[in-house]
T-cell receptor, first 117, second 116 residues
């Protein structure tokens, strides 16, 4: 099955700096890669996603890049703010034996991002 | 607010007992997913239902079962509970539009289960 590795496990930055989180996946048939932000006491919240037919996607201060050949994708947050502090998860869609995705996601282990004022 | 409602928020029970976790998906979403989150295992996919039918199964124990009802709400039943079942249990839903089986998942705020 799919395996997703996420790095770093913790990331500490100063307000205004950029933050980058990287993930690699194992299943070359995976074609959907969302990123989630989880705050204390809440469920994961989708912040951005990318599909395998796109190399980069941007939404204000957040961008995601995908390298299908190398099977890795990254989250970039620019001009970080204290409210960006949270746990961030990458994920990849898993496929069944026939290669069909059913929306089942395999998650990375998470990155604890701390933004210091 | 994701629109996905999970009850109860907290559950404390003893080993050997049985509990039921409930999830109401976002309005219009046909797919429901259950995930378990623990410190050592991270977010693990348990099971998915689509419009009342089981669609995919992950690392779900035989002591656990789920169903999706005609009104699309879902229940996760955990029986013969063990200490190791203590975790956060999340429900997520997606619209899964025709031909697009990778619709975004929207998560509820979870049920924290503590087994003593």
């Amino acid at each position: 099955g799919e395996n997703v590795e996420q790095h770093p496990s913790t990331l500490s930055v100063q307000e205004g700096d950029s933050a980058v989180i990287k993930c690699t996946y194992s299943d070359s048939a995976s074609n959907y890669f969302p990123w989630y932000k989880q705050e204390l006491g809440k469920g994961p919240q989708l912040i951005i996603d990318i599909r395998s037919n796109v190399g980069e996607k941007k939404d204000q201060r957040i961008a995601v890049t995908l390298n299908k050949t190398a099977k890795h994708f990254s989250l970039h947050i620019t001009e970080t703010q204290p409210e960006d502090s949270a746990v961030y998860f990458c994920a990849a869609s898993s496929t069944n034996a026939g290669g069909t995705s059913y929306g089942k996601l395999t998650f990375g282990q998470g990155t604890i991002l701390t933004v210091h004022p | 607010d994701s629109g996905v409602t999970q009850t109860p928020k907290h559950l404390i029970t003893a080993t050997g007992q049985r509990v039921t976790l409930r999830c109401s998906p976002r309005s219009g979403d046909l797919s429901v997913y259950w995930y378990q989150q623990s410190l050592d295992q991270g977010l693990q996919f348990l099971i998915q239902y689509y419009n009342g039918e089981e669609r995919a199964k992950g690392n779900i124990l035989e002591r656990f079962s789920a169903q999706q009802f005609p009104d699309l709400h879902s229940e996760l039943n955990l029986s013969s509970l063990e200490l190791g079942d203590s975790a956060l249990y999340f429900c997520a839903s997606s619209v899964e539009a025709r031909g697009d089986t990778n619709s975004p998942l929207h998560f509820g705020n979870g049920t924290r289960l503590t087994v003593t």
